[in-house]
Nanobody, 124 residues
Framework: QVQLVESGGGLVQAGDSLRLSCAAS????????MGWFRQAPGKEREFVSNIRLRSGYPTYGDSVKDRFLISRDNAKNMVYLQMNSLKPEDTALYYC?????????????????WGQGTQVTVSS
């Protein structure tokens, strides 16, 4: 089992930056990649970003490309999401998730473990 805990969410203004953190614990040796998803009220869960833990190779959703940056610290079992130039449409509950094998990174069904989420609210 892997436990994931997100932190760093909050209320910011449009144009501000925010950094989310995801702390992984438990049987993390089996984790292949970590991802971030978000879900706004009344909308489907949306892929934000993913990073392969060994290579550091990142993937981004189209709506956040060029604004968000994902990184990891394998020694600390941490994954980060640096969010810049935030927009009101970025408002959502942000989830951290873990994959245990290679697969289609944007597909939430490929992720085995999920955190509880951290709320990000961007005011206009």
């Amino acid at each position: 089992q892997v436990q994931l805990v997100e932190s760093g969410g909050g209320l910011v203004q449009a144009g501000d930056s925010l950094r989310l953190s995801c702390a992984a614990s438990g049987r993390t040796i089996g984790v292949y990649a970590m991802g971030w998803f978000r879900q706004a009220p009344g909308k489907e869960r949306e892929f934000v970003s993913n990073i392969r833990l060994r290579s550091g190779y990142p993937t981004y959703g189209d709506s956040v490309k060029d604004r968000f940056l994902i990184s990891r610290d394998n020694a600390k079992n941490m994954v980060y999401l640096q969010m810049n130039s935030l927009k009101p449409e970025d408002t959502a509950l942000y989830y951290c998730a873990a994959m245990t094998g290679a697969g289609d990174e944007p597909d939430p069904g490929k992720y085995v473990y999920w955190g509880q989420g951290t709320q990000v609210t961007v005011s206009s």
